[in-house]
């Protein structure tokens, strides 16, 4: 017979349990078994609590967390089940974003830290079928901690690789030694790590009044300035990076270095003048 729990919780937590099930690409069921699973035995504190809007939560619990459930609450001292599950659910919300990231995938990323510790090739799977090999190298978060990449040298591709955790769905250690290759570049991209790979890349913009206001003010995926000269910006940027930092800044930018990343805006913004003249 089925275990059915029904637990009132804040409105915010219930939005970040919810959000998390849509971008890691897990059910519901699936989640909060194992946020029980791993955190049933963590200290669980009243002051997570926030006053406000709730929701109502319902999963069922699966076969692994029903076997010796009621020992497991006779044991804590649970009076009420549904107060228990929601200091427990409060607890995981208040994880940071990528925090809660690497709790949902530890399985993949102890895999990958054994890879890094011990300097084995690994292949990796991905979530859409295709595959490849790299040399892991590091786990590093985005910029204001958002999401969590591998930071690797992709074999098959022959260059250094960033890939989205949550991306992946199997990690396969090889017997394969690797010996690190650019090691200078590689602690650089450690100390400061971005998912676009921009250490050592450099690129020249000029901003306008507004765009500077901008610049400031957009934070996420921003540059670092490099050297600045009234309003012309160098930028530790790849072009990936201002490829999608900079396409908000519509006329408020002006890409001036390098040459392949100005044709590209050229190009983006040629091709939505046809879109509004048909």
Do not use: H
Not at 95 to 120: A, D, Q, T, W
Not at 132 to 147: C, F, M, N, R
Not at 181 to 204: A, H
Request: net charge positive; aromatic share 16%; proline share 2%.
């Amino acid at each position: 017979m089925e275990k059915k729990l029904r637990v009132t919780v804040p409105k915010y937590i219930e939005e970040i349990i919810q959000g998390d099930i849509e971008e890691f690409k897990i059910t519901k069921n699936f989640l909060l078994n194992y946020i029980f699973e791993r955190l049933k035995n963590e200290k669980l504190l009243d002051e997570y609590y926030k006053e406000g809007d709730k929701e109502v939560i319902q999963f069922n619990l699966n076969k692994k967390n029903k076997e010796n459930y009621y020992e497991f609450l006779e044991e804590k001292n649970v009076q009420v089940e549904a107060d228990f599950f929601r200091k427990l659910f409060i607890k995981y919300g208040n994880f940071p974003k990528n925090k809660r990231e690497l709790f949902v995938f530890s399985e993949i990323v102890e895999r990958i830290n054994y890879g890094i510790k011990e300097k084995k090739i690994i292949k990796i799977k991905f979530r859409d079928g295709n595959e490849t090999k790299v040399e892991p190298y590091y786990i590093g978060s985005s910029q204001l901690e958002i999401a969590n990449y591998i930071f690797s040298y992709d074999l098959e591709k022959c260059k250094f690789k960033n890939y989205r955790l949550n991306n992946i769905v199997g990690i396969y250690i090889s017997r394969d030694k690797f010996q690190n290759r650019d090691e200078e570049f590689i602690e650089n991209v450690k100390k400061n790590f971005d998912p676009f790979l921009s250490e050592g890349k450099v690129i020249r913009v000029k901003l306008s009044d507004c765009g500077e206001k901008m610049f400031e003010n957009l934070k996420v995926n921003r540059p670092q300035v490099m050297e600045k000269s009234k309003n012309i910006y160098s930028l530790q940027c790849s072009e990936e990076k201002a490829k999608r930092y900079f396409s908000y800044f519509m006329n408020e930018v002006e890409i001036l270095e390098p040459l392949s990343l100005r044709e590209w805006f050229i190009d983006k913004y040629k091709k939505a003048i046809e879109v509004y003249e048909n």
